[in-house]
C-alpha cells in the first residue's frame, strides 16, 4: 500500500532554535519527493522538491533530505522564527504521477 | 503571473443542501486541476483532477462531482451535503508538461461547514 508516515505529529520549539521533521514512505516506483508549508486556513506552499537522483534540497533557512533506500525524507528547519510556524506537509508521487500526502506535522515556533 | 482564486473563502450550509464551489486560475493555459479535501488535523486527500476541459477524473467514490466548463475554471459540486463533506476544500493548478516535478499551486481553500 503507498503510504507516507510523518512524525512528529505537533512539535513545539523556541524561536531561533533548529528542528528537523521526518516523512518515511512506501510509496513505489518512486518519482519525486516535496516538501509543502501550509499556514492555518491557507493552501500549502512548495518549499523543495526531490527527484531519485537527489540527496538534499536547501531553500533558504530549509533544507531537506532524501534517502531512497531507507525510504526517508527530513526537513530540517535552520534558526526558526514565528513564521515558520504552520503545517509541513511531505508528498510523494509515483511513476504514474499519482501523489500520496502525508498528515503533516505541525510546528509552533514560540518567542 | 499565475494567481488561482477559489469562492466563497468560507461557506456554512445545512445538511441536504446543494454545494457548488468555484476555481479558477489566471494567466496560464490548458492547465491540470485538482480538488483535494482536507479534513481537520489531517492531509490532503485528492478528491478530482482534470487534464482538460470535460475531462473530470474522480480518485474516491462520494457525493461530490466536479465539471471543468472552461479551460481555466474548476467546479465543485454536491446536490445533496452530508456532514461529512464538512472540511477545508483546496483548488490546485499544474502546467501539463508531464513532467511529474512540476509543482502544484494551491488556491486560498473554502472552509465548508455543514450543519
Known amino acids: 500500500k503507498n503510504q507516507v508516515e510523518q512524525s512528529p505529529q505537533s512539535l513545539i520549539i523556541l524561536e531561533g532554535k533548529n528542528c528537523t521533521l521526518q516523512?518515511?514512505?512506501?510509496?513505489?516506483?518512486?518519482?519525486?519527493l516535496r516538501w509543502y508549508k501550509q499556514d492555518t486556513g491557507r493552501g500549502p506552499v512548495s518549499l523543495t522538491i526531490?527527484?531519485?537522483?537527489?540527496n538534499t534540497k536547501s531553500n533558504g533557512r530549509y533544507t531537506a533530505t532524501l534517502d531512497a533506500d531507507t525510504k526517508q525524507s527530513s526537513l530540517h528547519i535552520t534558526a526558526s522564527q514565528l513564521s515558520d510556524s504552520a503545517s509541513y506537509i511531505c508528498?510523494?508521487?509515483?511513476?504514474?504521477?499519482?501523489?500520496?500526502f502525508g498528515d503533516g506535522t505541525t510546528l509552533t515556533v514560540k518567542p | 503571473s499565475q494567481t488561482i482564486h477559489q469562492w466563497p473563502a468560507t461557506l456554512v450550509q445545512p445538511v441536504g443542501s446543494p454545494l457548488s464551489l468555484e476555481c479558477t486560475v489566471e494567466?496560464?493555459?490548458?492547465?491540470?486541476l485538482y480538488w483535494y479535501r482536507q479534513a481537520a488535523g489531517r492531509g490532503l486527500q485528492l478528491l478530482f483532477y482534470?487534464?482538460?476541459?470535460?475531462?473530470i477524473s474522480s480518485e474516491v467514490p462520494q457525493n461530490l462531482s466536479a465539471s471543468r466548463p472552461q479551460d481555466r475554471q474548476f467546479i465543485l459540486s454536491s446536490k445533496k451535503l452530508l456532514l461529512s463533506d464538512s472540511g477545508f476544500y483546496l483548488c490546485?493548478?499544474?502546467?501539463?508538461?508531464?513532467?511529474?516535478?512540476?509543482?502544484?499551486?494551491f488556491g486560498p481553500g473554502t472552509r465548508l461547514t455543514v450543519l
Open positions: 494567466g496560464t493555459s490548458n492547465p491540470n
Open positions: 490546485a493548478w499544474q502546467r501539463r508538461t508531464g513532467i511529474s516535478t512540476d509543482t502544484q499551486y
Open positions: 526531490m527527484t531519485f537522483s537527489e
Open positions: 516523512c518515511n514512505y512506501t510509496v513505489s516506483p518512486f518519482s519525486n
Open positions: 482534470s487534464v482538460g476541459i470535460g475531462q
Open positions: 508528498v510523494v508521487t509515483r511513476g504514474a504521477g499519482k501523489s500520496t
